[in-house]
């Protein structure tokens, strides 16, 4: 039967203006995105519909009967597909990078171009079940760092089924604190996070510092670290004080007392996650640091669109 040959073969999808040949479109929901299977592909023409597909395989169950050939029934590709889109929608993944990919990634400078490349290869070698190092990025604000964190997720769900969430690091403080109201323990809370294949922490460092702030990330990052999962983290704040310090102080006309007050101000992730965590973190991750110079999209943006001259070639794609 040719059924298997046609579900490698079927190309669903390709030349759609839409999806652009991946066969899924994700939108924005509010506050929250969402994926959607593309109508190019609601249609199955592998299936017919039906959802499984014949598949006829080799194999030698004794010596004496020697090869033999038999079929069975396996989930069509678009079973796949309306699985992978049903586990995107549980992701969290905020509304506002719904459009973010790694296509649409515009690097300004060398670190921005090894943030990139750093996601996208953890990405594109990821292989399900097989937990693999993830990355830490660092850097000002709106500098595709969620942009990065959400085009990661996206490609490990939709393209390789994996489980994943995305949690934006204060949300889940609120949430948790609002569970104690309802009677829940932190655990109910942590626990499924802790679990769950693949985990994005956003805005790692933000917060009050409060003892239950640190104790809920310490038990959250404690434990993923010790069931060797793969966690992925975006932060505002430094990872690197040694070599900024230096290049910030060249000269010596910097007193100790401005030094140190210098490096109170470059507010260090280290800090403010404290020793245990940031340890863990060495071990579990890639580091990217973005300098301080790198610039804001969500302001250059605004100031395309008040000096629309100064946008010229500036990449947009169509409803982004
Ligand atoms: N380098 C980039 N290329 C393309 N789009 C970008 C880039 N940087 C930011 N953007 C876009 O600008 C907006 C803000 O980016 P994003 O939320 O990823 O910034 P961020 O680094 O996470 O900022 P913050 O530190 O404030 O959380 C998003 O719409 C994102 O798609
Ligand atoms: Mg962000
Ligand atoms: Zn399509
Ligand atoms: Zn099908």
Redesign the pocket.
Known sequence: MAMGEMAAKANVGEGCDVCAGRTYVIERRGDLAGAKVCACSERCTVCGGKGHVLVEREATFSQKVGSRRYEVLEPCVCTHRRKRVALFNDVGMPG??A??SFD?????NEA?DRGRGVAMHFAHQYVKGNPSKGFV?S????????????STLAHLVLELGVRTRYVEISLLYATIRRGFQEGKSGGEIIGPLSEVEVLAI??LGKGRGSPFEMETLDELIARRYNARRTTLF?T?YSLEPERKSARQAPTGYRSTEDARAAVKETELLRERVGERIYSRLCEMCTFVELPKDTP???RT?QEMDTHPSLGAGA?RGPGR
């Open positions: 506002v990078v459009h973010a649409n990634y515009r690097a300004f921005q990025l850097g000002p604000v709106g500098t595709g760092k969620t942009h990065l964190l959400a956003d805005e975006a505002n804001d999209r969500r943006r990449p």
